[in-house]
């Protein structure tokens, strides 16, 4: 009977270490691949919008391509900080209160300023200029990306360590910088 339930449980831990744990670090491997294509998707397409100074519904549906390419559904966050110059009072009330100074302040836009404007509810053209969502030279431009399924490395994960589930997102992504130019 022992050695019956011995045999048993050789057979289970072979089976674990010959198929499971090598399909496990296999999925793993998968996951930084998507992050690493993720990641690079990413800063291209940051990188095209800071030096371009606008977004096209072209541009981004390019980029949402690019992130489905890795099997993975994201969520993507759009951050555009405009800078504006605020002049300083004394009192607020009294514009004859004017210190002499102005001071920079940053308006953040994000996906529901944003996206209205590349896919506007009328039957504007794609390549129509008034689709462009564009800036200014020295705002912030940033995206943040991070897949919202389970990845298969994920399902390994939670099944291997009985259920616990990190709740963190295996594939993400964050890239942004300054705007450098205005070329529409």
Not at 27 to 51: C, K, P, W
Not at 144 to 169: C, E, F, I, M, Q
């Amino acid at each position: 009977m022992v050695q019956s339930i011995s045999k048993l449980l050789g057979a289970l831990l072979a089976i674990l270490l010959l198929y499971i744990v090598p399909a496990a670090q296999a999925a793993e491997r998968q996951d930084d691949i998507s992050g690493l294509n993720t990641y690079h998707s990413t800063v291209r397409f940051v990188d095209m919008v800071r030096t371009k100074g606008y977004i096209t519904p072209t541009m981004y549906n390019d980029f949402m391509r690019e992130l489905e390419l890795t099997g993975n559904t994201y969520e993507v966050e759009l951050e555009h900080m405009h800078k504006k110059y605020v002049p300083d009072y004394a009192d607020a009330a009294r514009p004859d209160s004017f210190l002499g100074y102005y001071t920079s302040v940053y308006d953040g836009y994000y996906n529901p300023q944003i996206l209205p404007v590349l896919f506007p509810d009328n039957q504007q053209a794609k390549l129509d200029q008034t689709r462009w969502y564009t800036m200014m030279s020295g705002d912030y431009f940033t995206v943040r990306v991070h897949n919202t399924n389970r990845t298969p490395a994920d399902l390994y994960k939670s099944w291997l360590l009985g259920g616990v589930d990190s709740g963190k997102p295996a594939v993400t992504a964050s890239y942004g910088g300054m705007v450098l130019n205005e070329d529409y």
